[in-house]
T-cell receptor, first 113, second 114 residues
Framework: DGGITQSPKYLFRKEGQNVTLSCEQN?????MYWYRQDPGQGLRLIYY???????QKGDIAEGYSVSREKKESFPLTVTSAQKNPTAFYLC????????????FGQGTRLTVV | DQQVKQNSPSLSVQEGRISILNCDYT??????FLWYKKYPAEGPTFLIS?????DKNEDGRFTVFLNKSAKHLSLHIVPSQPGDSAVYFC?????????????FGGGTRLMVKP
């Protein structure tokens, strides 16, 4: 089955710790994205990558870092510099071509304790 | 500034009736629009899309209308079913938008009452 997988589904972090969220896709998509959803709000773009070894900041990149060493993988690190890390994190991928949709993973809920 | 807005945070509809979800945008460079459906603690799933060269796209019970001059799109669900209860996000993408990333609205929670 082709799809996009995020892990873990739930993650707890102590204040001051870095944590990495996993995102893997086997759809052969070039583009991958990380979004954040807060309660009652829409999805805000954190980082995106159009191609391996390249990525760009989105609207709310501060306190986050990413890497794109492989086409299939786009891990997101939430660093201790992120002031309000508790949120629902969504990874997506697309072909990157015009007029195509993005496919989302099931999300990771991160809670800072 | 929000480039994509869904001004109604929630909508309640009786089963069998029509649900109309609205979305407004400000960026005239957007040329492709999508609707996603989202259940709690899950990722959004793609529902239907429309290119700016069209004003209507239909897929079963779902129809999306686009009014470019008003920078407005709407999603019609008819007839509405209890299983349609979810949060609906509209999203937009711009021509030559680097990365082809989507800009999302804030979502509208639809509740379909049996």
């Amino acid at each position: 089955d082709g799809g996009i997988t995020q892990s873990p589904k739930y993650l707890f972090r102590k204040e001051g710790q870095n944590v990495t969220l996993s995102c893997e896709q086997n759809l052969n998509h070039d583009a991958m994205y990380w979004y954040r959803q807060d309660p009652g709000q829409g999805l805000r773009l954190i980082y995106y990558s159009q191609i391996v070894n390249d990525f760009q900041k989105g609207d709310i990149a501060e306190g986050y870092s990413v890497s794109r060493e492989k086409k299939e993988s786009f891990p997101l690190t939430v660093t201790s510099a992120q002031k309000n890390p508790t949120a629902f994190y969504l990874c997506a991928s697309s072909t990157g071509r015009q007029n195509t949709e993005a496919f989302f993973g099931q999300g990771t809920r991160l809670t800072v304790v | 500034d929000q480039q994509v807005k869904q001004n109604s945070p929630s909508l309640s509809v009786q089963e069998g009736r029509i649900s109309i979800l609205n979305c407004d945008y400000t960026n005239s460079m957007f040329d492709y629009f999508l609707w996603y459906k989202k259940y709690p603690a899950e990722g959004p799933t793609f529902l239907i899309s429309i290119s700016s060269i069209k004003d209507k796209n239909e897929d079963g019970r779902f129809t999306v209308f686009l009014n470019k001059s008003a920078k407005h799109l709407s999603l019609h669900i008819v007839p509405s079913q209890p299983g349609d209860s979810a949060v609906y996000f509209c999203a937009a993408r711009g021509y030559n938008n680097a990365g082809n990333m989507l800009t999302f609205g804030g979502g509208t929670r639809l509740m379909v009452k049996p």
